[in-house]
């Protein structure tokens, strides 16, 4: 297709898309000093993938890629996808895939099936169980051990030393998989006794960020709200603090979720699959309001939240987090040392509630768990009735600590 040709047509479709009249001159810049002098000076008309790859191999200096030279690739990058696919193309999410391979990894499918049968059935979790088995896996495979019963004790041993970060997860995970291996006679011998007490040394108990209730509002009094984005980053913010949403359905929360009449969310979790209905607060839903009126751009998507950005993508966990990550440094309160993203503010709504002595059962359906036993976790930040538990240290007499002649301090 005729360079100038394809630039009109991509001018027109970043125009649809609505991005900024600065970002079009910046894109027609970069045209101009990059992919148009290219062709000119070698005497090209039509643009083709060649062309593109050609020119963008100039742009690299050994394995080095400046800024500059960055913004003129993906600016050839635009074009190609114009020419091919008649849009500005974005960046690629492509799901991790954790392959299962071979007689192991049919065991341990089964073992999934099994987890599945005793309902476990969170997609994060089974999807952590899958990672790690198939890192084991490959690892086998790796050297040489295709079989279950070519598996061996220092073949084991290795495997965990050759992990880097998790060694725990990753202990737990094999440990469990291993006794399952044995208990269905899919392997002679019991090697979970291996794991057992080594993931004993791993074992510690995470204290979880709490911030107190004067920190919390500061955090959502912190957020500008004269701004799309400022908008945006209150309603979510105020979703995790005010009503205990994970950053998962915050970022999943779509218009039809929101009950305006009875004043309630209703939605499924991300996490678990389960229902949760929470009431819609006053104050959450005038931000969610303002935001869907005077900040969200138009879009066909039914999501709640969108990007501040064209071309104005659906939002995911990772960015909510790190959206309410960026509201927490810029409020000045004290966040070494502590969580600072959307749970951080979950367990700081479940602290306010158990400072009330509000019944575990009511904050777990609140939180919207679905075991009670993820909620009694959060007992351990009642500071305020964990002290009422404390008992006075009595006192000691003068001939405790002389007893024996005072040998007591030898």
């Known amino acids: ?187 002679s011998k019991d090697y979970s006794y291996l794991l057992k007490s080594l993931g004993k040394r791993f074992k510690r108990v995470k204290i979880p960020s709490f911030y107190a209730p004067d920190e919390v509002l500061k955090v959502e009094q912190s957020i500008s709200r004269s701004s799309n984005i400022g908008k945006r980053n209150y309603a979510m913010v105020l979703l995790c603090s005010r009503v205990g949403l994970r950053v998962s359905d915050v970022a999943n929360l779509n218009l039809s979720n929101v009950d305006w009449e009875n004043n309630k969310i209703n939605l499924l979790q991300y996490k678990t699959g389960n229902p949760l209905t929470v009431p819609l607060l006053p104050i959450v839903g005038n931000a969610i309001i303002d935001y869907l009126r005077y900040a969200r751009p138009k879009s066909m998507s039914d999501k709640v939240f969108l990007s501040c950005r064209a071309p104005y993508e659906e939002l995911n966990g990772a960015s909510v987090h790190g959206a309410i990550s960026v509201v927490f440094k810029s409020s000045k309160i004290e966040i070494e040392h502590r969580h600072h993203g959307g749970h951080a503010l979950r367990f700081s709504l479940a602290q306010r509630m158990l400072d009330r002595s509000i019944p575990i059962p009511i904050i777990s359906e609140t939180l919207g768990h679905s075991e009670l036993d993820s909620t009694r976790n959060y007992v351990r930040i009642d500071l305020l009735h964990m002290l009422r538990c404390v008992l006075d240290v009595p006192e000691s007499q003068d001939n405790f600590y002389k007893q024996k002649g005072g040998l007591f301090y030898d």
């Not at 125009?15 to 005497?43: C, P, Q, V």
């Not at 997860?169 to 899919?186: A, C, G, P, Q, W």
Request: with cysteine; net charge neutral; proline share 1%.
């Open 1 to 187: 297709m005729e360079i100038q040709k394809l630039i009109e047509h991509a001018n027109q479709i970043l125009k649809e898309t609505r991005y900024s009249s600065s970002r079009i001159d910046t894109y027609n810049w970069l045209w101009k000093k990059g992919i148009l002098a290219h062709m000119f000076s070698r005497g090209l008309v039509e643009y083709n993938e060649n062309v593109a790859n050609e020119f963008a191999l100039t742009c690299h200096d050994g394995s080095n890629v400046t800024f500059h030279h960055r913004d003129l690739i993906k600016s050839i990058d635009v074009l190609t996808n114009v020419l091919l696919n008649n849009n500005l193309g974005g960046r690629m999410h492509r799901a991790v895939e954790y392959p299962l391979r071979g007689e192991i990894g049919d065991a341990a499918n089964q073992y999934l099936d099994f987890l599945k049968s005793i309902r476990i059935n969170e997609k994060k979790t089974l999807q952590r169980y899958r990672k790690t088995m198939s890192n084991f896996i490959e690892y086998l495979l790796g050297i040489g051990i295709d079989n279950l019963s070519e598996i061996t004790e220092e073949a084991i041993i290795k495997y965990i030393e050759s992990r880097e970060h998790q060694q725990k997860e990753y202990i737990d995970t094999t440990r469990r998989f291993l006794s399952f291996l044995f208990h269905k006679n899919l392997i």
